[in-house]
């Protein structure tokens, strides 16, 4: 059984290895058959080293020739998706179809396009032309980026095909992509086609790198070295955490995307109009890939009374009647019956499911639990535990006092969603709790499930911590995403024939938005 | 002797004081006569309770009427410029005029104003609208924020009227100022007149309040604590990682600038063009303000040979002849003492100045220290102390590669300047160097020295780590320094009239600009 080499400085060469591991197939909880590196600080530090060069290199390219590389790769995605497709099914359990060649596959080489276009055009930099004082700032490429993908989406965020990467590439940035240790196989692919793609474009060879895993201590060291830029992370809290202290201290930038519940209120007029419609909806996103969505709605407010203990039932019956999905390891399976214990020990009763394998592979029964307001807000840090995976927790309110405090305890999130009565019956009440889902998510919602997250300008997918690390980014949409890999970088008095070619008085392509004397344009400096 | 109050929640009230202290005239070096108290933690914990009450009302203020705070404000300021210069300079040591009355309060004012500009026209919440997908984003205001200010600029970055106060309050938060030990008086005037104008205007009574001092470990509990929204800091490099220590394990966003040493490279073309011109820009450069400017230029990089030592001896002269201004306090004076140590030790030799108390007050000489290529390789951490006030160091660079080298071990710094002949002699030596300069600082300057921070929306008064904290934000430009304090909110689906009216489809002005569609206008939504 061959050990797969990592990609460093346009190479396929044998990592420094300190030991080995292999990926699972959740489905069949057997083994397959590539054995991957966890890498030694030398491999990371060789990295470094390439992304360095390969930095100094690309911030210098034209915003056209990274667009063709980010092109170039999203057609070689599309001609290399089955074996993506095969691959990905084979190390996550998530659907070949439509999940991963219909939805995620399409929306990865997508978004490489939209990053594509926001490198050619250059609107992305925030050009800001000040001609009476002589000062000129944009937004440049920062250097290095560490990509650390999460294990739910193998494509769509992936460390080198994912959100982050194409906003890190779009910036004129080298990419180090740290593997999801649980889909190794399928990064590997990914990379594959990238570093062809990057051959085709004559870009630096070191503009993307694969390392498959290393020691915790090694990824705190990856993430402060001086030599990088900044660092994506999506993933568990736990490590995240970690990974924002080491770069915290070191000074480094880092994007996380932690954990969230997606706390959505139903209101009474809306159950009493579209009962359900409302079922239906909640019972489609709490159990789409099988909950493992960063925006899965793991928390459920509704006031007493009404067709409360309807709707409860309603989804119950529905939570029963749908498949059991398998889970994308065993360690979501474990998480899973984790976060169940301590909701449970901190007071929400199980109203149906909460049974670890009762699917194919690692898998759970669709869990609904509930819990008064009361008991809520006795142990709100408990009960706002993160169940990753096909579960959902229902906070019962008594009145629209207690829903308030219960909102005003909220830790940050990605998003909140609000379902009220379409003709103006619960109006009161939204108003009433509206601003607080608004400040404690990035995201607000009306009528509508939180799981799809549209790859828009407008999107924000981000929110207040621990939602993420800071409330001003965020991870998806173009172009607001790629800014948080460019450095701003102001030029006073410089010389004309010196400023970057999207500083300068004429307008690089004829298409890029400059802010010039505070008024937005695409013309040139007059 | 009276123990001023503190301002919490619309009233001054009598401080829960663990201790006092007083102001020093550092010209005079005699405690100024008010006592002020070291507040407990009691009172951070009530004006954090007050503040949150007043951030959920000012953030459904529309724009017009934080702008008319502000522009109260600034009248009020000047109308009582008289005593803030009065008291000013008897805590700073700053001059009257032209610096404190002329310079800096004007500068001030001008601040006020622009903020309102913006609160008003609303521009700076980045509005991206994707009629398409249905989805809206902006930034929205953040919550409280506390403002440290430095000890350098008691107007302009003063804690309660300065730039990080003037963008908080821009973005619709509430600010809780933390005034410099060195200035409270200063820093009480602006307070009374601050408050003053939120009742003109009608404000909620807790959009300005004013402590003191605390403990360190209250500092560190207060930038952490939930309630808080973000943290602005200026000022010592300690200071500030301490804070940001605690606030990065809260998840609360933290602006700092902590410190700089602003190199400049003077190339050979330049100094045999305009000599006498460089000397004179260079050591006025120092000298301004004692050299207490964060844009200070404390590190020149000169080429060996040609009129390298002519330049140093020139300059030694011009240090020699010119006046030693009085130092900000005991502590600049005792700071600068052990700089000049470590960099004596390091290898750096006193060409001229280095002696404490050389004139009024508080003060030293002005000093020029220099080294060698190699001797700056040998120690570059030490070499690279910040000496804050009125001394700088040159290297004196062997030939380009060592040139190169050196700028290759700078550490983060707010400014990096140029100086090259104006007839092409240097190019190829500017195109060398450059990049490394340019990645290395928030602003590249081309002839012209750092200290000049003009308050344009192109300015970046920022860089990367250590000179701040992210290099992606400044704490001098408007609008780009509000969004510091703003969280990116995006509304997905929300019904058209519960949108804020800066989301709804009627431009709520006329004059915001919103990109819209990919399509930056002040149109309506089509």
Known sequence: MA????????????????????AENPATKKPLSDEYPVSSWKDCDEALDAAVVAAEELRSLSGAKIASFLERYAERIEARADDLVEMGNAET?????PRLADAELPRTTNQLRQAAESARNESWRVATIDTKAGIRSAYGSLGPVCVFGPNNFPFAFGSISGGDFAAAIAAGNPVIAKANSSHPGTTRIFAEE???????????KATVQLIYRTGHADGEKLVADPRNGATGYTGSRGAGLKLKEAADKAGNPIYLELSSINPVAILPGALEERFDEIVEEFKGSCLLGAGQFCTNPGLV?????????????AVAKKFDDAPVHTLLSKGVQEGLADSLKILKDAGAELITGG???????????????????????AKPEELQSEAFGNTSLV???????????????LEGNLTACIYSHTGGDDDKLYDTLAPYLRQNAGRLLNDKMPTGVAVSPAMNHGGPYPATGHPGFTAVGIPASIIR??????????????????????????????????????????
């Not at 049974?355 to 819990?371: F, H, P, R």
């Open 194 to 204: 990238a570093m062809k793609a990057v051959e085709d474009t004559g870009l630096p």
């Open 301 to 313: 407010i509704l006031m007493k009374g009404g067709k409360t203990d309807a709707f409860i039932d």
């Open 3 to 22: 050990v797969q080499p990592i990609l460093i400085n346009g190479e396929w060469k044998k990592a420094d290895a300190v030991r080995h591991f292999q």
């Open 485 to 526: 890999f460019g450095m701003l970088q102001s030029f006073d008095n410089v010389r004309p024939h010196r400023l970057p070619s999207y500083l300068q008085d004429k307008n690089p392509n004829g298409e890029m938005w400059r802010l010039i004397d505070l008024e937005w344009t695409t013309s040139d400096v007059k």
């Open 395 to 409: 906070v019962v309110a008594d009145d629209t006092n207690q829903a308030r405090d219960i909102l005003r305890v």
């Open 355 to 377: 049974k670890s394998g009762a699917g194919e592979g690692y898998s759970q029964s669709n869990t609904l639990l509930s819990v008064s307001g009361s008991k809520f807000l």
């Open 93 to 97: 359990g998530l659907a070949k179809s």
